[in-house]
């Protein structure tokens, strides 16, 4: 069973350029959580989704982010016009119904 | 809102010393759990402790939760350099949707 998948894991954008990161969740998990993880911080909640539907988004920035998990494919975190301070690790996590939350690998943002 | 606190961020051991650190959160919680995160790697879910007092224990490593639910404690016998990275609790407060609050972590570092 393949763990939680993240691509790309690393991607270098200019400042004013658009991000797209991917997650795949484990087989069977139909919850899937995004963090961001500043140097030196810890885990930052940012948006909570089931399959087409986000269910709480409250650590999401009100502008240039979004987040979305179709019914068919990975979900995806959108970072639009990025700036110098959006440069951090972002990883996703999933779970089966409400349960222990298992983490991909990350995607390393660098913003130029 | 709900905050999750590890105090220090940093300690460091002599290999074969016991290390313990402690969480603390801001509000009553469901369930806590510990993550740990190798330098360059993602979190990697080691417990979840759910009733209040429970302890758990995986070979060197004991989990605490408090009587009233609201800190934990994560103690290590005898470290080994197998130790070293840095350990997330995580809380989720009762009826959160399973939104888990990080703490900043306390990084580990152990001397051979």
């Known amino acids: 069973n393949a763990g939680v998948m993240q691509n790309p894991r690393h991607l270098v954008r200019r400042r004013g350029q658009e991000a797209r990161l991917r997650c795949s969740p484990m087989?069977?998990?139909?919850?899937v959580y995004w963090y961001r993880q500043l140097p030196e911080e810890g885990l930052k909640f940012m948006v909570y989704?089931?399959?087409?539907?986000?269910?709480?988004e409250s650590g999401m920035p009100k502008e240039r982010f979004s987040a979305e998990f179709p019914k068919e494919g990975p979900s995806i975190l959108r970072i639009q016009q990025v700036v110098r301070g959006d440069s951090a690790a972002y990883f996703c996590a999933s779970s089966p119904l409400m349960e222990t939350q298992y983490f991909g690998p990350g995607t390393r943002l660098t913003v130029l | 809102g709900q905050q999750v606190m590890q105090i220090p961020q940093y300690q460091h051991v002599q290999e074969g010393e016991d290390f313990t650190t402690y969480c603390n959160s801001s509000?009553?919680?469901?369930?806590i759990q510990w993550y740990k995160q190798r330098p360059g790697g993602h979190p990697v879910f080691l417990i979840q402790?759910?009733?209040?007092?429970e302890v758990k224990k995986q070979k060197r490593l004991t989990f605490q939760f408090g009587e009233a639910k609201k800190n934990s404690s994560l103690h290590i016998t005898a470290t080994q350099t197998t130790d070293v990275g840095t350990y997330f609790c995580?809380?989720?407060?009762?009826?959160?949707?399973?939104?888990?609050?990080f703490g900043k972590g306390i990084t580990l570092s152990v001397r051979p």
């Open positions: 402790l759910v009733k209040s007092g």
């Open positions: 509000t009553t919680l469901s369930n």
């Open positions: 989704l089931q399959k087409e539907n986000i269910i709480d």
């Open positions: 087989k069977g998990h139909s919850h």
């Open positions: 995580a809380g989720e407060k009762a009826g959160a949707n399973s939104k888990l609050t």
